[in-house]
């Protein structure tokens, strides 16, 4: 049987700054470590190749921590291990994480010379007052250069905005939105504020000092976005992303599709078919440990575990049901060996379809819209 095409995801763990909603694998260091972070993930690379073979290799992501902070030659150096270690398809998607501040936007062109061919921005917001609340190091002014450098340099261009925020209104939203897509209108990310435990935010929304809206109109908002991306001709394909036809994340869609990929860098996860088996790996989460590990013996992995079939089958509807396209029947069965009628509750799954929330057609499960946005509360009713 030929293996599962791959994808490859590249932690870089550094930023300038923690974010206050921020609960990513993401630290700050005075200096950053350049050369050993990267001797250690081009080590860390070649392990992974070594042990999976010549695969054939679609997509590469690097995310963090913030990956514009890498040298570009970190990048070229990678992208070159990664050509030579696996089967590379004529189009390989390659995206790499920015964020706008001066530092990063004028590393842009070395990235895109060294291979990258998709970037992702965080702008978060158009708005000053957001951008301060949400402990951004970039203005406004930097986040449209940023765009517009971008569109010059790059085929494909993504950005982020988060809403949902204290005090956003519904026409508020709209306004910045269109803004957004005026500059940018290819593809876009966009995630609702939550209160993460650990995180500055959760001190603050204890207190008081922060009030998140009420659902009703968080629930507006994810509406109005919808309607605002459709007018500029972006569709939802994902709970959280918008794309012109052809302009979806290929590398995201191998983790909602429940492909095989590899992560390498600190913390990094991965999903890998082993000797016939699903595996679930994951890296060392502290930067610094993890580099030791590679040294010490070529991988920072401290966890390899064949994944149980009830648990592939909870991960590929929790994943799959995200899409708008949703869960094919013939892909589950090949991926999990179970029929997707065999996975669900059938007296659930009827009153879920009569609720609105699914609908079961030629051999695909899909969650509308409103089961989209339940989809947390929706899945442990659903499966058996």
Not at 47 to 75: K, Q
Not at 163 to 192: F, K
């Amino acid at each position: 049987m030929t293996p599962e095409p791959l994808a490859l995801y590249i932690h870089w763990p550094f930023c300038l700054s923690r974010c206050p909603y921020c609960d990513f694998n993401a630290h700050v260091r005075d200096v950053i470590p350049q050369r050993r972070f990267r001797d250690a993930l081009r080590r860390e690379l070649a392990w992974e190749a070594e042990r999976l073979g010549r695969r054939s290799l679609r997509s590469i992501f690097f995310g963090g921590g913030t990956p514009s902070l890498m040298e570009p030659e970190t990048v070229a150096l990678l992208l070159e291990d990664a050509r030579a270690m696996f089967d590379i398809s004529g189009d390989l998607e390659v995206t790499l994480e920015a964020n706008p501040t001066s530092i990063e936007t004028s590393r842009l062109a070395a990235l895109r010379d060294a291979g990258v061919n998709r970037i992702s921005i965080g702008i978060q917001s158009l708005e000053p007052e957001p951008l301060a609340m949400l402990g951004r190091r970039h203005s406004v002014a930097q986040a449209i250069a940023a765009l517009e450098i971008a569109r010059k340099l790059f085929p494909r261009v993504s950005f982020d905005l988060i809403y949902a925020r204290p005090g956003q209104s519904i026409a508020a939203w709209r306004s910045e939105l269109r803004h957004a897509l005026d500059l940018v209108a290819d593809h876009l990310s966009l995630y609702q504020l939550t209160i993460e435990p650990g995180t500055k935010f959760e001190a603050l929304h204890r207190s008081g000092e922060i009030v998140l809206p009420e659902p009703d109109l968080a629930a507006a908002l994810y509406d109005a976005t919808a309607e605002e991306a459709a007018r500029f001709g972006l569709l939802p394909y994902e709970i959280s992303n918008y794309a012109k036809p052809g302009a979806e994340s290929r590398h995201n869609l191998r983790y909602w599709r429940y492909g095989d990929y590899a992560g390498i860098g600190p913390g990094a996860h991965g999903r890998l078919t082993l000797d016939g088996r699903l595996v679930a790996t994951r890296r060392h989460r502290a930067p610094e440990p993890w580099a030791d590990l590679v040294e010490r013996s070529g991988h920072g992995m401290t966890e390899q575990t064949a994944l149980r079939p009830e648990e592939m089958v909870r991960e590929m509807l929790l994943m799959g049901l995200r899409l708008t396209e949703g869960v094919s029947a013939d892909r589950f069965l090949t991926r999990t060996g179970r029929t997707l009628a065999s996975a669900v509750d059938a007296d659930a799954l009827r009153r879920a379809a009569e609720e609105g929330y699914v609908t079961w057609h030629d051999g695909r499960l899909t969650a509308t819209q409103e089961g989209r946005r339940r989809l947390d509360a929706l899945l442990p009713y659903l499966v058996i």
